[in-house]
């Protein structure tokens, strides 16, 4: 049974007559009673009584009617869900980021792209890189932000292009007593020093005890286990400092202090999964995401110590 064979029905129905059906459906009607007869053999039944100057449905063109008015009905708003969805009236992203980029980068995006595609459903799932990692790679996701590992290899089954180097600095709720318009935090410094700590499984506390191992202590926590906003009220609250992201850092309200040449940083990256081609909107959101980037590296609008990635 094909669609048009239906149609072919359906106007033979409403006019009943085979001729005018045919010049209704712009086809030949030859052609038209050819594709009834194809279609009465495949149901086993005839659905017209055909007399001389009079055509009129059988039993089983009776019982057919309704539903070939449906199937039409639904094939018609099928074409439309799809078009709406290919011209981005509607559709669906799922899109993965840490919470530190929750808080600083992932709003503004999304804001734009809301305002541009306001059909477009957004789903957000926030996570630590390596979780995002193994939630893109299997298909529950459309496009993540993720932190690099330090040696740059991703996961082989995905595409990842970097976006910005951010420097990661150290916030307090009041100015360091060595404080002055060119003050830079060391990390033996925060030797003995009780810090807020990240849960873990974020990327920022493992950069944090990697560069305090690296100077060569481990460092003592005043509360750990917080996630991004818990950090925050930790800090303002006087537990002790954080090290942050800059972007994070810059819409706080805390004092920051960039920490000492080579300092802490991290890499932010696209990706989305290699084998499998983003869907319009993913596309879209990811377009978004790039020109908000270059738009705002262009109008000097990224945080101190954050250096876009991306070429032209």
């Known amino acids: 049974m094909q669609l048009q064979q239906l149609r072919y029905f359906l106007a033979v129905a409403e006019t009943r007559h085979f ?10 009607q030859p052609s038209l009673s050819q594709q009834i007869r194809a279609l009465e053999r495949e149901l086993g039944a005839e659905l017209f ?5 009079n055509i009129a449905l059988t039993d089983a063109g009776d019982a057919l009617l309704p539903l070939a008015r449906r199937i039409l009905a639904d094939t018609e708003s099928a074409r439309l869900a799809v078009q709406e969805t290919v011209q ?5 992203v799922r899109l993965g ?11 503004d995006v999304l804001r734009l792209f809301r305002d541009r595609y306001p059909g477009v459903a957004l789903v957000v799932r926030e996570g630590g890189s390596r979780d995002l990692v193994r939630t893109l790679a299997a298909g529950e996701l459309d496009v993540a932000l993720i932190i690099t590992p330090p040696s740059g290899e991703a996961a082989p089954a995905l595409a990842v292009t970097e976006l910005l180097h951010e420097e990661l600095v ?30 873990e499984g974020y990327d920022l506390r493992e950069a944090t005890l990697a560069a305090c191992r690296e100077a060569g202590f481990e460092p003592e926590f005043a509360v750990e286990g917080g996630e991004m906003d818990a950090v925050l009220g930790f800090v303002r609250a006087g537990l002790g400092p954080a090290v942050l992201p800059g972007m994070v850092a810059a819409r706080s309200g805390l004092v920051v202090t960039p920490f000492a040449g080579p300092g802490l940083g991290r890499t932010i990256a696209v990706a989305h999964g290699h ?10 959101l990811r377009e978004t995401l790039l020109s908000h980037l270059r738009g705002a590296a262009r109008d000097g609008e990224l945080p101190p110590g954050t250096r876009l990635l991306l070429g032209p």
């Open 88 to 92: 981005l009236r509607r559709g669906r």
């Open 97 to 107: 980021a840490p919470p530190s980029l929750c808080t600083s980068l992932v709003p």
């Open 19 to 28: 001729t005018r059906a045919a010049e209704a459906a712009h086809v030949a």
């Open 49 to 53: 009584h055909r007399t001389r100057g």
């Open 170 to 199: 150290l916030v307090s709720a009041e100015a360091e007593a060595e404080a002055g318009p060119r003050r830079r935090a060391r990390v033996a410094e925060l030797r003995g020093r009780p810090l807020v700590m990240f849960r």
């Open 275 to 284: 084998e499998v081609p983003l869907t319009r909107a993913a596309a879209a």
